[in-house]
């Protein structure tokens, strides 16, 4: 836990980035992206993770003022410059808690959406027996974020060629060259609310942690090297207003 708050406290000149976005809007992305305009759709009202020891499981939730999933991106046609909504859970919890080996910074849960792609080759999240082609259906990944003033948003997904050999990404890795992986875990979208369930093995049996909730913009980019694979372009939303990650998990009971 020490070494996680020390690598939280080594980024937070970016967390203050993205704060501060949040708060003027998304004037100061770069020309060629245009985030997604803002909806209450992606303005966050409230956020819960929740532990079920009986169940051995734990409830990440976000509530929006909108109605959550309620907007998606729309397809430009290529890999380079899709664009990415994301609900984010940032955490406390080290990256090795969920598989990841050689990184360090912020371990986060997402909730994405982006109609270019698919990069959960593993899941079929829209049932129709295709596997690759779902990829506009808000599903679940870890990320591990670090800071990266080439983007408005202060922040990216770090990519594995900073590394080199010691790269060690989850099983379920859909095989980008990012710390991201794709869980399978499934999104529940219920009115102005959704949940992720996640069992508590798939996070080293950890239960408890601090985390914040994000509403974001992100991009894919593939051929200009000033600026990083996945970044943070701009933030709709972040519930403790400085991403101070001040939010602990509580105890629940069902019946």
Not at 11 to 18: D, E, K, N, S, T
Not at 34 to 46: G, H, N, R, S, V
Not at 72 to 99: H, I, M, Q, R
Not at 101 to 122: K, N
Request: include cysteine; charged fraction near 15%; aromatic fraction near 8%.
């Amino acid at each position: 836990m020490k070494r996680v708050s020390r690598v939280i406290a080594s980024v937070m000149i970016g967390l203050l980035g993205v704060a501060w976005l949040a708060g003027a809007g998304v004037s100061g992305q770069t020309p060629e992206v245009e985030p997604i305009a803002q909806t209450p759709d992606l303005i966050l009202t409230d956020a819960s993770v929740t532990h079920y020891a009986h169940l051995g499981i734990l409830v990440f939730e976000q509530r929006v003022e909108g109605i959550a999933g309620g907007t998606v991106p729309e397809a430009v046609g290529s890999l380079d410059g899709a664009p990415v909504l994301s609900y984010a859970f940032p955490t406390t919890l080290a990256p090795e808690a969920v598989g990841f080996q050689g990184v360090e910074g912020i371990l986060a849960l997402v909730v994405t959406s982006h109609p270019d792609f698919d990069d959960t080759p593993l899941w079929d999240e829209d049932l129709d027996g295709d596997t690759g082609n779902d990829g506009i259906v808000y599903h679940t990944h870890w990320v591990v974020l670090g800071p990266d003033e080439r983007v408005p948003g202060g922040l990216s997904v770090i990519h594995t060629h900073d590394n080199g050999a010691a790269n060690v990404l989850p099983p379920t890795a859909p095989g980008m060259p990012m710390y991201m992986d794709s869980p399978g875990f499934s999104v529940q979208l219920d009115g102005d609310a959704f949940r992720v369930i996640v069992p508590v093995d798939r996070v080293s049996n950890q239960t408890e942690f601090n985390f914040d909730a994000v509403t974001c913009y992100l991009q894919v980019n593939t051929s200009d090297e000033s600026r990083p694979m996945l970044g943070i372009y701009a933030v709709y939303s972040v519930l403790s207003g400085d991403l101070s990650l001040p939010y602990t998990v509580i105890d629940g009971e069902i019946g």
